[in-house]
């Protein structure tokens, strides 16, 4: 619970990976995947900055620190707040985390989903709000579709539709409503 900035279009300039930890809903296979997609991702677009905030309960190896270190357009930023990455974030990758936690910041979910048995819900495309990918092609022609296209928030309505609050207003929501249903036994 933190604050929502209000963005600001000249630092929405970043894609940001989210990385998963390697187990249940993604597996190896899944993350060593995607990390050849920000290299891929990296090597094709070179005007853009590309954001990797790993997992806390899955830290990169130094091999990879190291080699991205020499990668100019790419940051590991795992150890910065994670409102600072999301200030910066046009586009949010992953799998199944913080994707709609980057709506909230006016950031438009790349889900990359290459599994056979599963789709992103709530379903991203359907709804207007974002892209999804099933193959790296696919996720480098939606990355470069989204990458031309101009940034613009969010509307209120489909803000709305996602979030009744955020920032102190939820802590303030949360509060009213164990105040107002304090004697309610359904919540003892």
């Known amino acids: 619970m933190y604050e929502v900035s209000i963005p600001v279009p000249e630092k929405k300039n970043c894609v940001s990976f989210f990385l998963q930890s390697p187990n249940f809903l993604s597996d ?6 995607i990390l050849n997609l920000i290299n891929l991702a990296a090597q094709k677009f ?3 900055t590309f954001l990797v905030r790993e997992h806390p309960e ?3 190896g130094s091999d990879f620190c190291e080699r991205w270190a020499t990668i100019p357009n790419i940051e590991i930023v795992s150890d910065c707040p994670l409102q600072d990455v999301y200030v910066r974030t046009r586009i949010v990758v992953s799998h199944f985390s ?24 709530p379903d991203v495309e359907k709804l207007n709000i974002g892209r999804i990918a099933k193959t790296e092609e696919e996720f480098l022609s939606h990355l470069t579709d989204l990458l031309k296209s101009p940034w613009k928030p969010y509307s209120k309505e489909t ?12 802590l303030e929501n949360i509060a009213q409503f164990i105040e107002e249903n304090k004697n309610d036994a359904t919540y003892k």
């Open 159 to 170: 803000m709305c539709q996602w979030f009744a609050a955020t920032d102190k207003t939820t």
């Open 28 to 33: 190896k296979n899944y993350f060593y995947s």
């Open 46 to 48: 070179t005007d853009t």
């Open 98 to 121: 913080s994707l709609m936690e980057g709506v909230v910041h006016q950031s438009v979910p790349l889900v990359y989903d290459p599994t056979s048995d599963s789709r992103y819900y």
């Open 58 to 60: 899955c830290k990169l």
